[in-house]
């Protein structure tokens, strides 16, 4: 079974400077997939970012990317240039071979003017 | 596209009714969905898969006699929380995935139920 696992619990960052946020991952799945979601205080969860694990490329989508490092089972998110609308939880998921989420225990980000 | 919707978005009711939540995929067809429940400051919890036409697959833990869930068309799933208690107070979210190809690495949520218990 997969194992997300987020170490931050929250992050207060300066608008403007970029933010990485830590996930690692722990499977025995050759194939597998790794998503970032955003959640908003209004607590709809937000698709960020996806990265198979054979994708070549590291995924970007706009200002979020993701620094993918297989050797050591980790798939950061970065976000450059932070908003204040990117105060929220963010989540770091896996996907297993039934496409159930596994998810992590969320980094509370907050952005600060 | 792919839009997912949820009705109520809040229910507040008292301790021993049964509250019915509604998921619907608006603009595509969802064979499986997922339930979620969310408690605050916490994580997501997968509490069953939704499949359209058989019966639910629950977690572990999941009382799938409190939670009943009925995904009897290919647009909508319905939980529903029965004999409601205080405890139930949650967040319950629900999510789908396309079957098709590009789109199936992604699921779509709805805005999510928020659920409180008197």
């Known amino acids: 079974a997969q194992k997300i696992t987020q170490t931050q619990p929250g992050m207060f960052v300066q608008e403007k400077e970029a933010v990485t946020l830590d996930c690692t991952y722990d499977t025995s799945d050759p194939s597998y997939g790794l998503f970032w979601y955003k959640q908003p205080s209004s607590g709809e969860m937000i698709f960020l970012i996806y990265?198979?694990?054979?994708d070549q490329q590291n995924a970007t989508e706009g200002r979020y990317s993701l620094n993918f490092q297989k050797a050591r089972k980790s798939a950061n998110l970065v976000i450059s240039a932070s908003q204040l609308g990117d105060s929220a939880m963010y989540f770091c998921a896996g996907k297993d071979s039934n496409y159930q989420l596994i998810w992590g225990a969320g980094t509370k980000l907050i952005i600060k003017p | 596209g792919a839009v997912v919707s949820q009705h109520p978005s809040w229910v507040i009711c008292k301790s021993g009714t049964s509250v019915k939540i509604e998921c619907r995929s608006l603009d595509f067809q969802a064979t499986t969905m997922f339930w979620y429940r969310q408690f605050p400051k916490q994580s997501l919890m997968l509490m069953a898969t939704s499949n359209e036409g058989s019966k639910a697959t629950y977690e572990q833990g999941v009382e799938k006699d409190k939670f009943l869930i009925n995904h009897a068309s290919l647009t909508l799933s319905t939980l529903t929380v029965t004999s409601a208690h205080p405890e139930d107070s949650s967040f319950y979210i629900c999510s789908a995935y396309i079957l098709s190809s590009g789109r199936e690495n992604e699921q779509f949520f709805g805005p999510g139920t928020r659920l409180t218990v008197l």
């Open positions: 990265q198979g694990s054979y």
